[in-house]
């Protein structure tokens, strides 16, 4: 299983940026898809985006689809969230996550591996 260290992330104002990172150690990732979600207080972990390996191919949730974009290093086994024009309904407790298969997911039941979450607040 993949170790995921996560960082990143804190408090900005709305139309603000950050982003997070999510190095593997461990079991190789090399090959596999990897992907983020979120969680908001009293909420279910909800997709974000996900990227394959090789070609890059992305997969974003319709909620922020334009504003954020996921990329990888794969020398340095490290995949970010840059994240644009954050809005108050971003805020919630991000996790990176590894599959172990190829194919981009939005569920996190094909996830195996999973970062610590990095906490992401969105205010005024």
């Known amino acids: 299983q993949a170790h995921l260290m996560q960082s990143g992330g804190g408090v900005v104002h709305p139309g603000g940026s950050l982003r997070l990172s999510c190095a593997a150690s461990?079991?190789?990732?090399?090959?596999?898809?990897a992907g983020w979600f979120r969680q908001a207080p009293g909420e279910e972990r909800e997709f974000v985006a996900a990227i394959s390996w090789g070609w890059g191919n992305t997969l974003f949730a319709d909620s922020v689809k334009g504003r954020f974009s996921i990329s990888r290093d794969n020398n340095k086994n490290t995949v970010y969230l840059q994240m644009n024009n954050l809005k108050p309904e971003d805020t919630a407790l991000y996790y990176c996550a590894v599959t172990n298969k190829n194919l981009l997911a939005r569920t996190p039941v094909d996830y195996t591996s999973w970062g610590q979450g990095t906490q992401v607040t969105v205010s005024s």
């Open positions: 461990g079991r190789a990732v090399r090959g596999y898809a």
